[in-house]
């Protein structure tokens, strides 16, 4: 077992090798390892595995972990979840394409993003976790496929299909334009927008 947060922040670390023997990764175990561009581990291992250098579950239905160092990400094609901080700290990374396959987005996904400056919600995405895109700082936009019938986007910000919650907004936005009939801010919708100097929330927001 790899405990919750056990490498994280070794920002000198070049390479990790996890043996056959490994059957439990823990939260954020190997976050802001800036150095680290790849993981390796045994085909023999029986829970997790490597497409294109990123942590998996065996079948990569679940992508688990992107190493910090990475400039550029592919995904396996059967991937639906992307797992809890999967991208944290990956300062390097400009852009993300998602799979359409993709249906849920855990907390704090894309942590720390840093020069990621736009995302695409594909259709098939039916689950957003609060803090997904939290303190991306470059984040300009995040633009939601018209065919989803969870989620949509305004003014570069993500809401709820009805646009009566925002989920997230950039954290790269300088400015915010509400929708008529929003209702409700979402948990850390704001996280990291350090850029926003004022801003009028609608009278109907409770």
Do not use: Q
């Amino acid at each position: 077992r790899i405990g919750d947060e056990a490498f994280y922040g070794c920002n000198s670390l070049l390479s990790i090798i996890i043996h056959e023997s490994v059957t439990s990764i823990g939260y954020r175990a190997f976050a802001c390892c800036y150095s680290l561009a790849n993981f390796n581990i045994s085909i023999k291992n029986e829970m997790y595995s490597v497409y294109e250098g990123c942590l998996y579950n065996k079948d990569k239905s679940l992508f688990v972990a992107c190493p910090a160092g990475k400039t550029e990400v592919i995904f396996s094609e059967g991937v639906t979840k992307i797992s809890e901080s999967a991208f944290e700290g990956c300062v390097n990374l400009t852009e993300v394409r998602l799979p359409e396959k993709i249906e849920s987005i855990e907390s704090d996904a894309f942590y720390g993003c840093s020069r990621l400056l736009s995302i695409v919600i594909p259709k098939e995405v039916t689950d957003i976790w609060s803090g997904a895109f939290a303190n991306c700082g470059s984040l300009k936009e995040i633009i939601v496929s018209e065919e989803n019938r969870e989620y949509s986007s305004y003014d570069r910000c993500l809401y709820d299909r009805n646009k009566t919650t925002l989920v997230a907004c950039p954290a790269g936005k300088t400015e915010v334009i509400f929708p008529e009939g929003l209702t409700s801010i979402g948990a850390r919708a704001f996280d990291g927008c350090s850029d926003l100097a004022s801003i009028e929330l609608p009278k109907e927001v409770s």
